[in-house]
């Protein structure tokens, strides 16, 4: 059920979790659902997320609605029109601090702000300003995903690769969703493997002994 609230009363909306859990996929459903009640939707993302082309924002289950990238936060501000009623954000994680206050302002003028992201990086830490987001929302939606080790419910993002660092963009080319029990960091890993190698000890990876 989405969350009602007079319209001359702004709110924030956050949708977080971690990759394949269905985040992009809510954002849309409820903006969808807004543009059904004849409100005026504007939706942004951040202009490093091109993995599905520069101008839609695109779940994993390919469903899209036109967006505008922005390189950013601030200039979500600039762009508002004046019958806008509901405003969608993709890929909160990646802004700047400024996403903060632009939500803030938004809702103060009395907008709905939708934001979808992930709430913890692929080492299982709080990811940007995620945090600040979640805390000053009137909605937060944490989806969990499905293990693709054991089934179980995932919450981790699992980064099958050890490149790049925090903000390296993919999709299942570069990430799975994991358990807890199934998650770890490449670079540890591939640190004990330097440390075993040069004491002479055979590597065993870690998930063999899980």
């Not at 909306?13 to 969808?32: A, D, P, Q, Y």
Request: charged share 25%; aromatic share 8%; net charge neutral.
């Amino acid at each position: 059920m989405d969350f009602g609230y007079p319209h001359s009363s702004g709110w924030i909306e956050v949708v977080c979790g971690c990759m394949f859990s269905g985040k992009t996929e809510e954002l849309l459903r409820r903006l969808h659902r807004a543009q059904i009640a004849r409100q005026k939707v504007q939706l942004f993302k951040p202009v490093i997320d091109d993995r599905y082309g520069k101008d839609f924002v695109v779940s994993h289950n390919q469903n899209r609605m036109l967006s505008t990238p922005v390189s950013k936060a601030q200039d979500i501000l600039k762009l508002i029109e004046d019958t806008t009623r509901v405003v969608g954000i993709d890929e909160a994680q990646f802004f700047d601090e400024s996403v903060i206050e632009v939500a803030e302002r938004l809702s103060n003028r009395g907008l709905r702000v939708v934001m979808a992201g992930l709430d913890m990086d692929y080492k299982g830490q709080p990811f940007g300003f995620m945090p600040q987001l979640m805390s000053i929302a009137e909605q937060v939606i944490k989806l969990s995903a499905i293990c693709v080790v054991c089934g179980q419910p995932a919450s981790r993002t699992q980064k099958t690769r050890a490149e790049g660092g925090q903000v390296v963009v993919g999709a299942h080319d570069l990430y799975e969703a994991r358990c807890r029990r199934h998650h770890y960091i490449p670079e540890k890993i591939e640190k004990e493997k330097e440390d075993d190698f040069s004491v002479g000890r055979s590597y065993q990876p870690l998930m063999e002994n899980l």
